[in-house]
């Protein structure tokens, strides 16, 4: 069974661009989760998806940050327009339902300058 | 908030040492516990859990136990080896979200 895949893998940009991130979760799995883990630090979480609907999007800064989950697959997390702070490794997971395993892609290394 | 605490790193051993990362938690009921493993240059994997007080998880020769008195959840393992290297980090995740909260991490060099 493929895993969780993200792209790109490694991304740099300077402040105040824009930039996209893009998550194809394991097939069949309902839930989705976008994580940021900034250098140091555990991951944490700034969205949740059940299907195409958001469950929680409490810690995303949404000023700047939006996401979407269209037909209940791939999901895309943008930012626009990007802060230093934003440097990070942003991490998409999946599972089958809520509650059961998370399972991680590689991860996306963002740079801003 | 809900949140957990871990032993900074990193904590360096010589391969067959006995290995313990302290984890405790704070929550406002009963979580579920994990323990999740990042290998160089690759995604975060669980490695073990528990979802009630005194449940035991064990997986690849690492152990934890959730011990609710003292909200606690340390990792060990009897001998380590150079492919143990690594960051270890514990986790909770309360049935009324799901979402996990994770804790700073640990970085394990086991030396051989």
């Given at each position: 069974?493929?895993g969780v895949?993200?792209?790109p893998?490694?991304?740099?940009?300077e402040?105040?661009q824009?930039?996209?991130f893009?998550c194809n979760?394991?097939s069949?799995h309902?839930?989705?989760?976008?994580?940021?883990?900034i250098l140091?630090q555990?991951?944490k979480l700034?969205?949740?998806?059940q299907?195409?609907g958001v469950?929680?999007d409490?810690?995303?800064?949404?000023?700047?940050?939006?996401?979407?989950r269209l037909?209940?697959?791939?999901?895309?997390?943008?930012i626009?327009?990007?802060?230093l702070?934003d440097?990070?490794?942003?991490?998409?997971?999946?599972s089958r339902?809520?509650g059961r395993e998370q399972?991680f892609g590689p991860?996306?290394?963002?740079?801003?300058? | 908030?809900?949140s957990?605490?871990?032993?900074?790193?990193p904590?360096?051993?010589?391969e067959?040492?006995?290995?313990t990362?302290?984890c405790?938690y704070?929550?406002?009921?009963?979580?579920?516990?994990?323990?999740?493993?990042q290998?160089p240059g690759?995604?975060?994997?669980?490695?073990?859990?528990?979802t009630k007080?005194d449940?035991?998880?064990?997986n690849?020769?690492?152990e934890?136990?959730?011990?609710?008195?003292t909200?606690s959840?340390?990792?060990?393992?009897?001998?380590?080896?150079?492919?143990d290297?690594?960051?270890?980090?514990?986790?909770l995740?309360?049935d009324?979200?799901y979402?996990?909260?994770f804790?700073?991490g640990?970085r394990?060099?086991v030396?051989?």
């Amino acid at each position: 069974e493929a895993g969780v895949a993200q792209s790109p893998r490694y991304k740099i940009i300077e402040k105040r661009q824009s930039v996209a991130f893009w998550c194809n979760p394991i097939s069949g799995h309902a839930t989705l989760y976008w994580y940021q883990q900034i250098l140091g630090q555990g991951p944490k979480l700034l969205i949740q998806f059940q299907n195409n609907g958001v469950v929680d999007d409490s810690q995303l800064p949404k000023d700047r940050f939006s996401a979407e989950r269209l037909k209940g697959v791939d999901s895309t997390l943008k930012i626009q327009p990007a802060k230093l702070e934003d440097s990070a490794v942003y991490l998409c997971a999946s599972s089958r339902d809520r509650g059961r395993e998370q399972y991680f892609g590689p991860g996306t290394r963002l740079t801003v300058t | 908030g809900d949140s957990v605490t871990q032993m900074e790193g990193p904590v360096t051993l010589s391969e067959e040492a006995f290995l313990t990362i302290n984890c405790t938690y704070t929550a406002t009921g009963y979580p579920s516990l994990f323990w999740y493993v990042q290998y160089p240059g690759e995604g975060l994997q669980l490695l073990l859990k528990a979802t009630k007080a005194d449940d035991k998880g064990s997986n690849k020769g690492f152990e934890a136990t959730y011990r609710k008195e003292t909200t606690s959840f340390h990792l060990e393992k009897g001998s380590v080896q150079v492919s143990d290297s690594a960051v270890y980090f514990c986790a909770l995740s309360m049935d009324s979200s799901y979402k996990l909260i994770f804790g700073s991490g640990t970085r394990l060099l086991v030396r051989p």
